[in-house]
């Protein structure tokens, strides 16, 4: 490899993104490249170097002043973000350059496309990282083609959308910005928007792996130079065996890990059901009452993650997850269906209660159900209102129970072809070399 291969990568502020790409980040530093972290940040402070001097993390700005109140209007923080980052990065790339350690490569996240002609303009290959699935990217690629139209009824429960290589698809297990386009305009036009330019991309890089979406791969490659590099779990957690930094990702909370570890310890094997709703999912109070009071009375020992904001409606919490999905103590994870979370259950080879929200979360939800079957959704009302018996039921159905069985069945096949994929030799861990050779 030539002396000083150096690639940015830069992630959108959020948990969802930070993690998979911070992780993606470590991953290329053990194939020998270097690589700066850029952290989009609300407060200035200096770079700094981790992984063994590899990475060298710079925050920058988010655009905002540091006694500025930050704007709660998508469309206002998105075009702060921009400005400050067309602002500050092409120089931060001079710089590098003068610094004798130009890099060769900028990866940016797929909600920012125009970094793609950032990267161009200061000389550098444009590498877009999606951070959700195929199964996601190519129903917005599709909707931005022109060649799906999204159905104006909220609650429409036929079944209305054929892809190729998918199930039938009714509109509730559409990503949920496609039916409530009215109520997040913004966001829609964010997410279809990510696959805008992708024709001018140099490469596209996806957390997934390829037996995970096996029947859209063909296609996609036929687009666009793909290459899926996921799941990007840190491989301590898939195989014991193996001890990589156990400070896995770049994270935005603080978790308390003892605390968690220690109470599961005084757990029976299989016989806590994990409950976590990831970092933007907020519950409308009378649905928390649901959820705790199904929980109650499933009769298991249930931990649920809680997050600062939540604070009014529970006690604060966020877990170590991937410490706690490992643990031997837990029977399933009751998930948003958030795909790095998605990805970790798999990987552990964890049955799941998926209780998708927004997002992609639904389409991951119907997958994880009905494609891998690793686990079941809750049946939610049609006003979207979960109830306990509904949450009882679903957590029985899977902690025990003939079902139960057959998804364990099918967890324990998906966490070993997740291993193999990111083993050596293995077809991500193959993609990984494949992009690393690209700046030998
Ligand atoms: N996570 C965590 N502790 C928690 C809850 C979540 O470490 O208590 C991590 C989780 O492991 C995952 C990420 O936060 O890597 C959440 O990403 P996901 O895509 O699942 O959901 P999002 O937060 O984007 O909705």
Redesign the pocket.
């Known amino acids: 490899m030539r002396e000083g291969s150096h690639v940015i990568v830069l992630p959108f502020p ?4 930070i ?2 790409m911070s992780q993606f980040c470590k991953r290329l530093v053990s194939k020998g490249l270097k690589i700066t972290l850029i952290l989009v940040s609300d407060k200035p402070s200096p770079p700094y170097r981790t992984e063994h001097d590899l990475i060298t993390v710079v925050p920058i700005s988010n655009g905002f002043q540091e006694d500025e109140e930050q704007s709660q209007d998508l469309d206002d923080y998105m075009e702060r973000v921009e400005t400050s980052i067309k602002t500050r990065l092409p120089k931060l790339i001079e710089d590098m350059k003068l610094s004798g350690n130009p890099p060769r490569a900028l990866v940016y996240d797929s909600t920012m496309p125009w970094l793609l002609d950032v990267a161009h303009s200061s000389g550098l290959r444009g590498a877009v990282f999606f ?1 959700q699935p195929w199964l996601v990217s190519t129903i917005y690629y599709h909707v931005n083609k022109g060649s799906f139209s999204v159905p104006s009824t909220r609650h429409d429960h036929s079944a209305l959308a054929s892809f190729p290589s998918f199930p039938m698809l009714n509109s509730y297990d559409l990503p949920s910005f496609l039916r409530e386009s009215s109520s997040y305009p913004n966001i829609l036009r964010i997410v279809i928007d990510q696959l805008s330019n992708i024709d001018r991309v140099d490469i596209v890089l996806c957390n997934t792996f390829d037996k995970l979406e096996e029947k859209l791969l063909k296609w996609v490659q036929s687009l666009w130079p793909v290459l899926n590099i996921g799941p990007t779990v840190p491989s301590m957690y898939l195989d014991k065996r193996l001890t990589e930094d156990k400070n896995y ?1 770049f ?1 935005l ?1 603080d ?1 308390n890990v003892a605390k968690c570890i220690e109470w599961l310890d005084s757990k029976q094997p299989s016989s806590v059901v994990y409950v ?6 907020i519950l409308k109070e009378d649905q928390m009452m649901e959820l705790a009071a199904g929980l109650k009375q499933s009769g298991y020992f249930f931990l649920w ?1 809680v ?1 600062d904001t939540e604070k009014n409606k529970l006690p604060r ?6 410490e706690v999905l490992r643990h031997e103590s837990i029977g399933c994870f009751l ?8 990805l ?1 259950g798999l990987s552990l080879g964890v049955p799941m209660i998926g209780m998708p929200h927004w ?1 992609d ?1 639904p389409t991951n939800g119907k997958f994880m159900e009905d494609v891998w079957k690793v686990g079941v959704r809750v049946k939610a009302d049609v006003d979207g209102f979960v109830r306990s018996e509904e949450i009882v039921k679903r957590v029985g159905e899977v902690m025990e129970g003939e079902k139960g069985k057959e998804i364990r069945k099918n967890a324990e096949k998906w966490k070993l072809l997740t291993l193999e994929a990111v083993s050596e030799g293995g077809r991500s861990d193959k993609s990984i070399n494949e992009f690393v050779s690209m700046f030998c």
């Open positions: 959020a948990q969802g993104h993690t998979p951070t990702g994270s909370f978790a976590s709703l990831g970092s933007l999912v993650v997050r919490n966020w877990s170590p997850q991937l998930t948003h269906c958030g795909w790095n979370s998605m970790e997002a979360q």
